[in-house]
Nanobody
Framework: QVQLVESGGGLVQAGGSLRLSCAAS????????VGWFRQAPGKEREFVAG????????YYANPVKGRFTISRDNAKNTVYLQMNSLKPEDTAVYYC????????????????????WGQGTQVTVSS
């Protein structure tokens, strides 16, 4: 069973940057794609970015494309989300999650394709 722990959230002014980390336990973590999601108050949890198991592929939601970068270090069992040029609308609780299936490439965007969710980390961007 893989357990995930997010960290790195906080309060930042618009235009600033944050780097989120998703640390995993479990030897099989590196064989799965990982996604970052976010959920703002009163809104559905939405896909932000994903990365394949070998880090040879990434995919971003349109609102964050060009501002956020997902990466992973399988030796450290950690996935990162570098967030630059932050906007107030990026304010949300950010979660990482593991793909529930082994895939030959491809990154699912539906939250129902993920399991082993972390507890989330709050990101607040002030205007």
């Amino acid at each position: 069973q893989v357990q995930l722990v997010e960290s790195g959230g906080g309060l930042v002014q618009a235009g600033g940057s944050l780097r989120l980390s998703c640390a995993a336990s479990g030897r099989t973590f590196s064989t799965y794609a990982v996604g970052w999601f976010r959920q703002a108050p009163g809104k559905e949890r939405e896909f932000v970015a994903g990365i394949t198991s070998s880090a040879d592929g990434t995919y971003y939601a349109n609102p964050v494309k060009g501002r956020f970068t997902i990466s992973r270090d399988n030796a450290k069992n950690t996935v990162y989300l570098q967030m630059n040029s932050l906007k107030p609308e990026d304010t949300a609780v950010y979660y990482c999650a593991k793909d529930r299936r082994l895939r030959d490439g491809g990154i699912p965007v539906s939250r129902y394709e993920y399991d082993s969710w972390g507890q989330g980390t709050q990101v607040t961007v002030s205007s």
